[in-house]
T-cell receptor, first 111, second 117 residues
């Protein structure tokens, strides 16, 4: 039973524009949400997170938005750069332990 | 900071062999480490939670006698795939959780590609 869903397997964006990656979850007990970036043959790299008590967290070009009523979060990357091309995983946890991952969205940023 | 080293990165071995994978937190202590498995085009699936000094907690459907986990120190957890068979071929990734508090990101190793012939 997939509790974290990323319904877009891939996304293509032009360099300089905004990339928006979406994630939905079903478990209302989740209280901490994370985005990881992953290159082939490497482990996921932590990107940004948000606690359920917030609705927005920003770190440089990356902003995560959380809509608890809709059980939806999104990652905005602006401006997008070719080096951002990777697979992005959304993850969620309840009480800070085991992560539940989505299936990932492959982002391609074209020059 | 928060570097996790996983070794080996790739293993190819014959069916029936046991394979040990190490996961080390290099610059922090990790009371809790996790082992995940990823199938092609799928998400990372949690296999077990490894707590230093105690027995691992396995997820439903994961055979604890097949996947032996040892977390002997605050910086090292090992996963041993015993008597591996071709269906065990997969990408195994560990992660480590710094400290004891909640709402902290897990930090991942680079994974181990296991191929059983």
């Amino acid at each position: 039973d997939q509790q974290v869903k990323q319904n877009s397997p891939s996304l293509s964006v032009q360099e300089g524009r905004i990339s928006i990656l979406n994630c939905d979850y079903t478990n209302s007990m989740f209280d901490y949400f994370l985005w990881y970036k992953k290159y082939p043959a490497e482990g996921p790299t932590f990107l940004i997170s948000i606690s359920s008590i917030k609705d927005k967290n920003e770190d440089g070009r990356f902003t995560v938005f959380l809509n608890k009523s809709a059980k939806h979060l999104s990652l905005h990357i602006v401006p997008s750069q070719p080096g951002d091309s990777a697979v992005y995983f959304c993850a969620a946890t309840a009480r800070g332990y085991a992560l539940n991952f989505g299936k990932g969205t492959s982002l391609l940023v074209t020059p | 900071g928060a570097v996790v080293s996983q070794h080996p990165s790739r293993v190819i071995c014959k069916s029936g062999t046991s394979v040990k994978i190490e996961c080390r937190s290099l610059d922090f202590q990790a009371t809790t480490m996790f082992w995940y498995r990823q199938f092609p085009k799928q998400s990372l699936m949690l296999m077990a939670t490894s707590n230093e000094g105690s027995k691992a907690t396995y997820e439903q459907g994961v055979e604890k006698d097949k996947f032996l986990i040892n977390h002997a120190s605050l910086t090292l957890s090992t996963l041993t795939v015993t008597s591996a068979h071709p269906e065990d071929s997969s990408f195994y990734i560990c992660s480590a959780l710094p400290g004891r508090g909640s709402n902290q990101p897990q930090h991942f190793g680079d994974g181990t590609r296991l191929s059983i012939l």
